[in-house]
């Protein structure tokens, strides 16, 4: 696919925190982790006292409104995401952090150089369309000693619901073959940044309902505009089969985080 068409995917797929929210359900609902992913994700953060820090990809704010309460009241965050849907719509009321808030894309990132302590990059950097330029931005925009996080997934991960992709005839294999992800991140990351480390988040879904995973499989790029009344009917069914038989739907994770210094 062609840079210009996944962008045009990604801008219907992201034109507002729809489809992302019905993602986020699902997970928190039926995690089988101990711990929050954002609050686990948050733990890995280092940055000074009055560090500036920018979320590229903030989507609906989860990550914040997760850990607002964990947030140093000096620092000064600034949020962006390619959608002006979710900058539009975002609602972050009370953050004191907060000081900016802009759509903009990780290939061509609006501020000067050496301006952040720390950018975070979660679970979005699969959906760049060239990976260089958006490395090549963060690390200019990172002061010296800045780190970049960024989550990813793995092979493997959520590979049941192929599964079920299958049944309705639709094609989740992208899933397996992400231009960044937990297999390759260090390897992309290296000729950018001074260190790279890698850790990984154990993490399953065990899913006991079928409309919250019904809802998932329909907010997949792969199922926009192609899954019929039927289809979900017929998806529905295999579900609740599956959970009557079973007690329930078992989905790995594969989800990790690089932090990359300069």
């Not at 959906?127 to 490395?135: D, N, S």
């Not at 192929?162 to 992309?188: K, P, Q, T, V």
């Not at 017929?234 to 038989?245: D, F, K, S, V």
């Amino acid at each position: 696919m062609s840079p210009l068409n996944e962008t045009s995917l990604l801008k219907q797929q992201y034109r507002d925190g729809t489809n992302l929210d019905a993602r986020i359900a699902l997970h928190a609902r039926f995690s089988t982790a101990t711990q929050n992913f954002h609050d686990w994700l948050f733990d890995h953060v280092d940055a000074p006292t009055n560090a500036r820090v920018l979320e590229l990809g903030c989507g609906t704010g989860q990550l914040w409104k997760t850990v607002h309460a964990r947030v140093p009241r000096t620092w000064r965050l600034v949020l962006t995401d390619l959608s002006f849907g979710m900058v539009s719509g975002l609602d972050l009321t009370g953050f004191r952090n907060l000081t900016g808030l802009a759509q903009s894309d990780a290939q061509a990132i609006p501020f000067a150089d050496a301006t952040f302590d720390a950018v975070i990059a979660n679970h979005m950097l699969y959906h760049v369309p060239h990976l260089p330029r958006a490395f090549a931005e963060i690390r200019r925009v990172l002061r010296n000693g800045g780190k970049l996080y960024a989550a990813t997934n793995g092979a493997g991960h959520m590979a049941e619901l192929r599964e079920f992709g299958d049944a309705l005839g639709i094609d989740y294999s992208y899933m397996a073959h992400l231009s960044f992800r937990l297999e390759n991140g260090a390897e992309l990351l290296s000729p950018y940044f001074e260190s790279v480390s890698r850790d990984d988040f154990d993490n399953a879904l065990v899913v006991t309902e079928a409309e919250p995973l019904i809802a998932y499989v329909r907010s997949m790029r792969a199922a926009m505009h192609t899954v019929s009344d039927e289809q979900v009917r017929q998806l529905r069914a295999i579900l609740n089969e599956r959970i009557a038989r079973d007690g329930a739907i078992r989905i790995r994770k594969k989800t990790g985080l690089f932090v990359a210094c300069k």
